[in-house]
């Protein structure tokens, strides 16, 4: 009994296991059809992705969400394109062009040669500078200024006195006061001789006191203010720099002795040897370029001195050109290039030069758009110059600070979105 129990409890077993392993298997075989398929949709999809292009209403890709975006993008990109196409040329504040040292000269019609070039030195405009000596022995009292000191017309310079200035003082008060009495006499009070000699006298210690670079108000004010006598004041006669100054308090200077020199540096003239062969091509009133360390100037010829140097068998010219902001000084070496109408194209510094994208020589104009890069052709380079043409005539060229737009002008050209 108990053999036949366990014999059907064995097969009820055994049908279970069958029953749990034909699960197993058919759960099996569904999972992997199921991961197939499924590999099967992912490769079909991205084979679509690579034969054809999205499109905005395909289902499962929401492009919609992301037009606007792209959109926004891509208009604010072709608009900064288009602004850099259309512009005209590069705008800077004045802030700018100060930072950036921008300087701007409109080119003449004349030409000048970098082979007719000569040395020379700048000098002060002797037309606009005045030697302070007073003709009288004078102290120096007292000092108002200190050396390289600019310097209105009519300012205390320096406040002069000594036994030889009180003297003629006080001979000019009384002889101003004789004729003053003469004056006041009647014809017949006097004789024309008598009036003549008073007034003669009169004027000779006023000429003493003008020697002494006395004003006509200071000495008009002698007369009623003789408790002044044996000093006064040195006033400017021009405005203009305190040079050569040698004026030490306490000194005595004898009649005659510069105390000091004022100039107006706003002008200056430029000393020049010319050879001989050159001096043949120099007109009085034609121009010269005249270079200064990094900076040229036009000027103008403005004499020559028709005589060759005994030493140097060179002649000597003067040029004469504005300083304005006195950035140049006398004593500075100079040279200069003479005119010459054989020669066709302008001379421009180094510092006007920068090479364009395509490594051309290019040069920037100033227009009413801002700067503009202009290719220019370089005929000749000497020492720092540069025979150039393509240029007309009155054009607004950057001579100093090119450098600084030729790099504005490549970032100008850089496109961000250009990986």
Known sequence: MNKQINRIQGVTLSARLIKAAQLLSITTLLGLSASAFASDSHDHGAASDLERPHDASEVGHDHQSELPEHREADNAHGHDEDEAEHSDGIVLSAAQRELAGIKVVSLSKQSFSLEAVATATLVVDRNRTITLAPQLEVRVLKRHVVPGQEVQQGQPILTLGGAAVAKAQ???????????????????????????????????????????????????????RPDTIGRYQLLAPIAGRVQQDVAMLGQVFAGGTALMQLTDESHLWVEAQVTPTQAEKVQVGSSVLVKVGPHSIEAQIIGRSHELNSVTRTEQILVAFDNPGHVLHAGQFAEIYLADNSVSGVVLPDAALTRGGDGDWQVFVATDEGFEAREVEVVERQRGMNLVRGLSPDTQVVISGAFFLASEQAKSGFDIHNH
Do not use: C, F, P
């Not at 006080?170 to 004789?178: M, R, S, T, V």
């Not at 006395?214 to 002698?222: E, H, N, R, S, W």
């Open 170 to 224: 006080a001979e000019y008060i009384n002889a101003a006061a004789e004729w003053s009495r003469v004056q006041r006499m009647s014809q017949s009070a006097v004789s024309a001789s008598r009036r003549l000699q008073a007034q003669v006298d009169a004027e000779l210690k006023r000429a003493t006191l003008e020697a002494l670079k006395m004003t006509d108000g200071q000495i008009k004010a002698l007369a009623s």
